[in-house]
């Protein structure tokens, strides 16, 4: 692993640059999701490992909630027996402070995976533990208190988040409104605090994000729009528990041939005014949208418009 200061610039005294916690310095090969959804597998269920790769851009294998206590011994004994595309994949271990934690690493550095995704998140010290690339899954009120502490953390790669453990944390019952009342099936305010809070505290230390799991797989429309809210947000994927979700996020996270042809004028436009401040379509473009149709553009496999004509 290679480091590099945190973005911004150095950081003296130990402190990040709002003065809370040790950044320490940050990686500079650092693994990204090379797609947006994200799918879970049981770590006992090896025959699926595979299959989830194959219809999904990263499969997370799950020692955590996936796995009964009875079963993880097994689970990680499938692990290490059933390797897959180490560059697609992430194992997900239990929290810091369990006697699986350690078993669960231990099984983790017997193989070639390199990015592990830590249940519970809750402090630096079980981030910099792992001595992996680690994603930090904020998924508890102690954790989401520490979000921007834990993103900070140098071998932290990213964040995620989850509601329905961090609802069970705070002794309540449901993440999301019920039938009957003013939403029905959006988050509760809370859930989405934590939602929007993660994803700011994972973009101020230079760090990917990703959005939690929706558990409804019926509910297609409600997937769709959550989608849509976390590519307009900046969250780099998302995750998912079953393959019929997997395309439905592919789809949201591609812009549209609308949303890629505006951006490309948006940059040409720039190019032309020498980075300036100009109009397009009775739209002002200046450093923010730029940025936007920057952003636009990094989704597209190949931006460039005569990309598919070529050999």
């Keep these: 692993m290679f480091f590099e ?22 990686l500079t090969n650092a693994w990204l999701p090379p797609g947006p959804a994200l799918l879970f597998c049981p770590a006992d269920r090896p025959e699926r490992y595979q299959k989830a790769l194959d219809r999904a851009d990263v499969v997370i294998i799950d020692l955590e909630d996936a796995v009964s206590p009875a079963n993880r011994g097994a689970a990680r004994e499938a692990l290490v027996a059933n390797p897959v595309d180490p560059d697609r994949t992430i194992v997900r271990i239990n929290p810091a402070g369990t006697g699986d934690y350690r078993r669960d690493l231990a099984a983790v550095s017997e193989t070639n995976y390199r990015v592990v995704m830590q249940a519970k998140a809750e402090d630096v010290s079980s981030i910099l533990d792992t001595a992996f690339q680690t994603i930090a899954l904020i998924e508890t009120p102690l954790g989401a ?72 797989i019926e509910d297609v ?28 996020i592919r789809d949201g996270y591609r ?32 450093g923010p949208v730029l940025r936007q149709a920057e952003v636009v553009l990094s989704r597209v496999s190949d931006p460039r418009p005569d990309a598919a004509g070529e050999n």
């Design 5 to 26: 200061d945190p973005p911004g610039g150095p950081v003296g005294s130990g402190q990040n640059r709002a003065g809370h916690g040790l950044a320490g310095p940050q």
């Design 145 to 216: 208190t520490r979000a921007r502490d834990i993103a900070a953390t140098s071998n932290c790669i990213g964040l995620m988040w989850g509601a329905e453990d961090l609802v069970a944390g705070l002794g309540g019952t449901s993440s999301r409104f019920g039938p009957g009342e003013s939403r029905p099936g959006e988050y509760r305010d809370v859930a989405s605090w934590v939602r929007s809070m993660v994803r700011i505290a994972a973009a101020a230390h230079g760090k990917f994000a990703v959005d939690s799991v929706h558990l409804d």
């Design 221 to 248: 429309d409600g997937l769709v729009a959550e989608v849509r809210d976390a590519v307009a947000l900046g969250y780099t994927a998302t995750a998912c528990i079953h393959p019929s979700q997997v395309d439905h």
């Design 255 to 286: 812009p549209s041939d609308e949303a890629v042809e505006w951006a490309r004028r948006v940059l040409d436009g720039a190019a032309e005014h020498a980075g300036g401040v100009f109009s397009l379509d009775g739209q002002m473009i200046d």
